[in-house]
C-alpha cells in the first residue's frame, strides 16, 4: 500500500494580519484592541479580549512546509501560494527564507523540503523514548513474520506515524514515517481512540466530518464510540483496511506503567498473505506487552 503521506490541512493563519498579502505586522495592529491594564488585550468597547500572541509570519512559514508531502514532493511558487491562500508576492518572500535556511531546496522553478527540514522530523522521533523503545521489537516482529510492522502516535484525530519496519515482500503495507491519518479509520487509530475518556473523545471529535472511505468505517461519532467499547474489552483491533483495498492490519496498544496507551503498532500485509488468525494476533499482543514493559 503507497500510504498517503498527509491527510492533514494546511495550518490557518492564526494572529491579526496587517498586510493583505499575508505577510504583514504580527504586533495586532488595526484589530480595534488597545492594551488595557496588565497587558490585557481591550477592546475600544470596554470588554475583555483575550490578546492572540501568535506569528502570522511563522504560522505562515509553517504552512508552506507542511504542503510538501509524499503525493506533493514539488511545488512551484504559485502552487505554494494556492495552497496557502497568499499572493505570490507574499508567498515568495517565506519561500526565500526557508531556501536560506535550509528547509527548502529549488531546482529550476520548483521547490522540495530540504535536509533541515527532516532533521527537525528526526529530532521530533529521537525525543519519543517509545520510538526508541519499539524499534528492535519491531524489527524482530518483521523478520519473524516478514509483514511490516508499524508505530504511531496519537494527534488530535489523527494518527502520525514514527516508525516503520519494512518488509521485503513483493505485496507489502508501505505508509512512510511523518505520514498522518485519519483516526476512526485506521487500526491504531481505534487502539488509541479506545483509551480517551467519554468527554475527551467528544471534545476530539466535536464537529468532525467523518469523510469514510470505506462503507465499513464508522459514519458518526456514535458509530465510532460503540467500535471503541469494543475495541477497548478486546484489547487489539484486526480488520480489513478502510484506506487500502487488500490490505489487512492487526494492532495493538503500546502501554505505560500508568497504564496509558502511549502509542499502538500494527502488523500489516496483503489478504493474500497475512491471516487474522489467533497465533498471529498473539504475537502482535506479545511484541506490544514487550515493549509495553519498557515504557
Known sequence: ????????????????????DGGGDDRGAGDGTSQGPGGRGQTLGGMAKEPDYRSNSLLRGLSILECFGHRRAEMTLTEIAEAISVTSSAAYRFVVTLEHEGYLARQDNRYRLAPRAMSLG???????????????????????????????????TEIVYVYRALSDRAMVSNVPVGSRLPAFSTTMGRVLLSDLTEPELCRRFEGYDFARMSPRAPATLDDLRELLHEDRARGYV???????????SIAAPLVSRHGRYVAAMNLSGHEMQLTLDEAVIERVLDTARTISSML
Request: no cysteine; charged share 20%.
Open 1 to 20: 500500500m503507497a500510504g498517503p503521506a498527509t491527510w492533514r490541512g494546511v495550518v490557518g493563519a492564526g494572529g491579526n494580519d496587517g498586510g493583505k
Open 122 to 156: 528526526f529530532r521530533y522521533l529521537s525525543s519519543l523514548d517509545v520510538y526508541d523503545i519499539a524499534r528492535l521489537p519491531a524489527d524482530a516482529l518483521r523478520d519473524e513474520t516478514g509483514f511490516t510492522v508499524h508505530v504511531a502516535v496519537l494527534h488530535g
Open 238 to 248: 484486526a480488520q480489513r483496511s478502510h484506506l487500502a483495498t487488500g490490505t489487512l
